[in-house]
């Protein structure tokens, strides 16, 4: 071979291990959201008809607490729950879900929560974006609540609703699900880190319960009868909310080829 055939070769393998080598093995971690610093807590006033929020903690320049505000008035704000934050640039949006179960039309309000954050401050706005009615739930001045949600659809229901409804986030459109005869009434909502909800059924007193699973995309998965509920990495289940069961989840083991 000729010797610059030769040095040729040479050097583009070279560069080429090198750069093999400059490549890291493992993909890069994302940049955290802008607001990774910052935490907002909520309170409520007496009677549940005030939700009261301040965003604290810090930027890359100061530290303290930002901003502050109230959503309401509610007859009875009875469940919370935020939405998942989409950054665009230095701002992230989330939805709030406030469900009011106060009077006997029970109604869901959703206000928009936008963080514009910038090396020393964050400003915060937050504003009534859209409302639905959750018919047909029962709500009252002594029902409780519950509510879970994954990706795509809410799930809310009271203690005095033998059904709990699945609410669309993106459209709002409501649908009654689950439901038992003879009827028992919705006790907890609870759900997974992968988008699973289980509606749970059931009565305190008789010792009748049940269970409805849900995937992902809003479909059913599974129902039977037992208090069965799920957990997750982030908030624990209040076994106070709970009908104890003694039916053993061993009885429905086996599997099928789909």
């Given amino acids: 071979m000729p010797k610059i055939r030769y040095q040729w070769v040479l050097t ?124 047909p739930l029962v709500g009252g001045s002594t029902v409780s609540c519950s509510m879970a949600a994954n990706n795509r659809f809410l799930f809310i229901g009271t203690d005095q609703s033998p059904q709990a409804v699945e609410v669309n986030k993106s459209t709002l459109s409501v649908a009654a699900v689950g439901g038992f005869s003879p009827p028992l009434n919705v006790t907890a909502i609870t759900a997974d880190k992968y988008g699973y909800v289980t509606v749970t059924q059931g009565n305190f007193f008789t010792g009748f319960n049940g269970f409805y699973v849900f995937g992902p995309d809003g479909s059913g998965k599974a129902d039977g009868g037992g208090a069965d509920f799920m957990l997750n990495t982030v908030n624990a289940v209040s076994t106070s909310t709970l009908p104890q069961s003694d039916v053993q989840p061993t009885q429905r083991l086996g599997y099928w080829p789909k």
């Fill in 12 to 135: 583009v393998s070279m560069f080429l291990m090198a750069l093999n080598t400059a490549v890291p093995v493992h993909g890069q971690n994302p940049p955290a959201p802008p607001d990774s610093t910052l935490y907002t807590n909520y309170t409520l006033s007496s009677g549940n008809q005030t939700v009261n929020w301040i965003v604290c903690g810090s930027t890359q320049q100061s530290s303290g607490c930002y901003a502050a505000g109230s959503l309401g008035p509610f007859v009875n704000a009875g469940a919370l729950m935020e939405g998942n934050p989409v950054v665009n640039g230095n701002t992230v949006t989330r939805a709030i879900y406030v469900v009011d179960s106060g009077s006997a039309s029970v109604k869901l309000y959703v206000y928009k929560k936008t963080d514009t954050v910038t090396s020393q401050t964050d400003t915060v706005t937050v504003t009534l974006n859209r409302t639905a009615n959750l018919s």
